[in-house]
């Protein structure tokens, strides 16, 4: 999932706020709150307006902080990777074919304000996956990168 231009408007202004309004818009601390999603379809990565997968069983993975791989700050490109798989259970039900991951804090509804349950991230796939009942979907280690430079 490396993307170029894969950063919401949302995730670039919270950064630029965070970093040089002293976090006037509570930025907070996302630790353990990062959740990967499954998208079927993606209006706008800009907007982060996707059609969430709705497969039988699906939820979004939390994915906690120690399991994200990020190099000394010394390196020019910075790069963050997932450092273990990224799974999810068998569909109980239905299909869906899937085309983008998105990074997301939260589980709720995805939101277009406030600062809960928002796309920080999306991400197309290499090819689209189709999920069908009793299919795990898996994002093996390292194939979730994230690049800034």
């Known amino acids: 999932m490396a993307t170029s231009n894969a950063a919401t408007t949302y995730l670039e202004h919270a950064i630029l706020n965070f970093l ?6 509570s930025f907070t601390t ?4 990062i959740y990967i999603g499954l998208a079927t379809a993606v209006s706008s990565i800009e907007a982060g307006t ?3 997968a709705n497969f039988g069983n699906y939820s979004r993975v939390q994915v906690p902080h ?3 791989t990020l190099p000394a700050v010394g390196t020019d490109a910075q790069v963050i990777s997932n450092s273990g ?4 259970g068998a569909s109980s039900s239905g299909s869906n074919t899937i ?3 998105f990074i997301i804090n939260g589980t709720g509804t ?3 304000s406030g600062a809960s349950n928002r796309i920080f991230f999306v991400g197309q796939l290499d090819s689209p996956r189709t999920i069908a009942s009793g299919d795990i979907f898996r994002i ?3 194939n979730i990168t994230i690049q800034l430079n």
């Open 85 to 88: 798989n990224v799974e999810w």
């Open 66 to 68: 120690a399991n994200w």
């Open 140 to 142: 093996n280690t390292g």
């Open 99 to 101: 085309t983008h991951v």
């Open 110 to 112: 995805i939101a277009t």
């Open 20 to 25: 040089f309004k002293n976090n006037s818009e």
């Open 30 to 33: 996302m630790g353990n709150n």
């Open 50 to 52: 996707v059609t969430e």
